[in-house]
């Protein structure tokens, strides 16, 4: 119990310096994607400066409908502006060979744009949800935030990632315990092409297992020489027993959807940070998502 509150004593402390530095830094431009880091970096920043705060989310292929329509969802419900720009990284060769650096393409095109807007509108600066686990994973989009100048709220005030998740708790934010929610181009293996047709594939086969009643799993799209390409599927371990009945049925929709078979990661899904990443990226799987 003790513990416990000299925990949350300390979070406490850090949302005040985070409010701190935010009341000094607007106008303020917040790249969002609806995920637990970029929605409670939003709703400070909209409680801090009001009208003074704008979240920017990118659109384009790799994000999936129905993750764009829950955070456009979740910004209205605490009162945040979010402006969605149309991004075309899927048109830069150096993203769509999909290198291991692949998200410092991604970002590169968001803050690009971002930047424009802050010129042209008057922002004074542009914000981004890094948070301090993040500076112990190799975060490639990172490297474009600095070349941008773009601040890291989160990260230059301590927060982590549990802590972001307690405030997000005690706030009322709808994100406060949702998984990651990495691109749909982390699906797909490093240096298989990311094409609109794949992530549309990617989309559609995780929709589908989404509607079965699973929550924390990953559909890969595992490319196949002269063969059509197999759908690795993973689930977490805490929702395997219920994938057996539902296994065959789930083959059949996602060859419907184009792949050629299902493959069932026996070992289950497990994010970046569990024992099993590891492993992910000795496949070749972006270990990322």
Same mark, same amino acid.
């Given at each position: 119990m003790?513990?416990?509150t ?8 850090k ?10 830094v607007? @106008? =303020?431009?917040?790249?969002?994607s ?9 709703? %400070?920043?909209?409680a ?5 705060a ?12 129905s ?14 502006? /979010? ?9 830069d060769p150096?993203?769509?060979?999909? @290198? ?20 042209e ?30 601040l ?6 301590? =927060?982590?990632?549990? %802590? ?6 005690e706030?009322g934010l709808?994100?406060?315990?949702? @998984?990651?929610? @990495? ?6 293996p490093?240096?298989?092409? /990311?094409?609109?047709?794949? =992530?549309?594939?990617? %989309?559609?086969?995780e ?12 559909v ?15 689930i977490?371990p805490v929702?395997m027993?219920?994938l057996?009945?539902? %296994? ?7 060859r419907?959807i ?13 994010a970046p ?10 496949n070749? /799987?972006?270990?990322?998502?």
């Amino acid at each position: 119990m003790e513990n416990a509150t000299t925990d949350h004593t300390r979070a406490k402390e850090k949302l005040r310096e985070l409010r701190a530095l935010l009341k000094g830094v607007g @106008p =303020l431009l917040v790249a969002y994607s609806g995920g637990v880091d970029s929605t409670f970096l939003l709703a %400070e920043a909209v409680a801090t400066l009001g009208d003074r705060a704008l979240g920017v989310i990118a659109d384009s292929p790799s994000l999936p409908r129905s993750a764009l329509r829950s955070a456009l969802a979740a910004a209205k419900g605490f009162g945040a502006t /979010v402006e969605v720009v149309s991004t075309t990284e899927l048109d830069d060769p150096r993203y769509t060979s999909n @290198p291991v650096n692949r998200c410092y393409f991604c970002k590169l095109e968001l803050f690009s744009k971002m930047d424009r807007i802050a010129a042209e509108r008057g922002f004074r600066a542009l914000a981004y949800g890094e948070n301090a686990d993040d500076a112990f994973q190799i975060r490639p989009g990172a490297g474009a935030a600095r070349e941008f100048r773009v601040l890291a709220p989160l990260r230059m005030t301590g =927060l982590t990632k549990a %802590e972001i998740r307690l405030l997000s708790r005690e706030q009322g934010l709808p994100t406060a315990d949702i @998984p990651a929610q @990495p691109c749909l181009s982390s699906r797909v293996p490093y240096g298989t092409i /990311v094409t609109t047709g794949v =992530l549309r594939m990617i %989309e559609q086969a995780e929709e589908y297992v989404r509607s079965c009643g699973f929550a924390i799993f990953r559909v890969r799209y595992i490319a196949q020489p002269a063969e059509t390409p197999v759908a690795k599927l993973q689930i977490d371990p805490v929702e395997m027993d219920k994938l057996h009945p539902l %296994e065959a049925q789930i083959r059949d929709a996602l060859r419907v959807i184009g792949f050629r078979d299902l493959v069932v990661d026996k070992d289950g899904y497990q994010a970046p940070g569990q024992v099993g990443v590891r492993r992910l990226e000795s496949n070749g /799987v972006a270990a990322t998502g």
